[in-house]
């Protein structure tokens, strides 16, 4: 499979949104409650806190999206990184999430950042321990702060430091 990562432009407005509101509807993995229309990809072209936004293609198709955002859009906060990434479901587990970390990894280094942190629902058991085998560890949790899908959920915050992996 053929994994390449294409900024973020027009011609892949549908499948992202689609892809997004995917796990907006079935899952804890996107907060939001309601789905959001094509009109939402704008945000994603023009916000100045996101540093990079990439679609993700496996063999010429969107298979998923993954960014890289100023943890705050403050100048005094340039060196921390917010990650994010949705993996189609039928492409999830083929190693495709692993790429675009490391793809971000490499563009937050050479955009002088030293860490990266990523927020994540505490029921997504499965996102945690990515991160887990990642190199990341948690840095707080704040328990029942919020509610979807009929559930009471917290959100556990997970940070890496960059360039430690072959420490
Ligand atoms: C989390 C995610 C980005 C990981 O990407 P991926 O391509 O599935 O991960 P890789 O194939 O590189 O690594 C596989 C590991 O990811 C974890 N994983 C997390 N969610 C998974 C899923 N839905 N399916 C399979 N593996 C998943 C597992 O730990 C797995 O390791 P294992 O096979 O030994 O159990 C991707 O699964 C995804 O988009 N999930 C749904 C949306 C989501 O949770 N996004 C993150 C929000 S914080």
Request: with cysteine.
């Amino acid at each position: 499979m053929n994994v390449v990562f294409e900024r973020l432009s027009e011609e892949h407005r549908f499948a992202v949104i689609d892809i997004l509101n995917h796990y907006v509807s079935n899952t804890t993995a996107a907060y939001r409650a309601e789905k959001v229309g094509y009109g939402h990809f704008d945000d994603y072209l023009n916000d100045e806190g996101i540093l990079l936004f990439y679609a993700i293609k496996a063999d010429d198709e969107v298979v998923g999206f993954c960014s890289l955002e100023y943890f705050k859009n403050i100048g005094n906060f340039r060196k921390t990184g917010d990650v994010m990434y949705f993996i189609k479901p039928e492409f999830t587990g083929k190693g495709i999430g692993g790429k675009a970390l490391a793809r971000l990894e490499k563009d937050a280094i050479e955009n002088g950042m030293d860490r990266i942190v990523v927020d994540i629902a505490d029921d997504n058991a499965g996102s945690i321990r990515f991160h887990e085998r990642h190199g990341f560890t948690e840095y707080g949790r704040l328990k029942k702060c919020w509610n979807k899908l009929g559930k009471g959920l917290g959100i556990v915050f997970m940070e890496k430091e960059l360039g430690r992996d072959k420490e």
